[in-house]
């Protein structure tokens, strides 16, 4: 059995999964205060699930922004339009977002490059062609994407991140033998020089 975390917004997930199914899948929006409320959510999940901390053989972790969280919000979603270079970001607080973009290739999503902070009217500049994109977006960022006739965005129940698509990737590279030396991990965090906007 595998649990997976997803704390590095504030959508926060967890999920369980054996390999089969999805035995239990929970989210909520935090309001910062992660530290307090995961626990006892773990706790719940567990219970309602009739399992305990003893049942669980492997732990899939998101560590930020980088290919690994992004791409989770859309493997499901964007098989239909994999000719399509896709963008997936998520919230990067005050005005910004974290992104990062792919390319589909040999069945599977790449990234193309880091990702990297940038504001809503930027990404608009920077897609120059037809791009999906899959985002944690407000109403308002939704109607400034959508002025590049470009950009195909994603529905927002599809954007949403789900734990149980973090599991099914950590399920994978776990039973693939590919696993993190616990000790070595560390969050991914973008920072950038340039001014928060106003």
């Given at each position: 059995m595998l649990l997976a975390v997803d704390t590095s917004t504030a959508q926060v997930g967890l999920a369980l999964y054996d390999g089969s199914q999805v035995i239990g899948e929970y989210a909520w929006r935090s309001r910062q205060r992660h530290?307090?409320?995961?626990?006892?959510?773990?706790?719940?999940?567990?219970?309602?699930?009739?399992?305990?901390?003893?049942?669980?053989?492997?732990?899939?972790?998101?560590?930020?922004?980088?290919?690994?969280?992004?791409l989770r919000v859309v493997l499901a979603t964007a098989q239909p339009l994999s000719k399509l270079p896709l963008l997936a970001a998520i919230q990067a607080g005050r005005g910004r977002l974290a992104a990062g973009w792919y390319k589909r290739?040999?069945?599977?999503?790449?990234?193309?490059?880091?990702?990297?902070?940038?504001?809503?009217?930027?990404?608009?500049?920077?897609?120059?062609?037809?791009?999906?994109?899959?985002?944690?977006?407000?109403?308002?960022?939704?109607?400034?994407?959508?002025?590049?006739?470009?950009?195909?965005?994603?529905?927002?129940?599809?954007?949403?991140?789900?734990?149980?698509?973090?599991?099914?990737l950590a399920w994978r590279r776990w039973q693939a033998g590919d696993v993190d030396d616990r000790a070595a991990l560390a969050p991914i965090y973008l920072h950038t020089a340039e001014p928060i906007p106003t």
């Open positions: 530290t307090v409320e995961l626990a006892p959510a773990v706790f719940e999940l567990l219970t309602r699930c009739g399992l305990t901390m003893d049942d669980i053989q492997a732990l899939g972790v998101a560590l930020g922004p980088g290919s690994f969280t992004s290739s040999k069945g599977d999503w790449r990234a193309k490059g880091p990702a990297h902070v940038l504001t809503v009217k930027a990404l608009v500049e920077e897609v120059k062609g037809p791009a999906l994109v899959c985002a944690e977006l407000t109403a308002e960022e939704r109607q400034t994407l959508l002025g590049n006739s470009a950009i195909q965005l994603v529905s927002p129940a599809q954007s949403v991140r789900r734990p149980a698509i973090l599991a099914e």
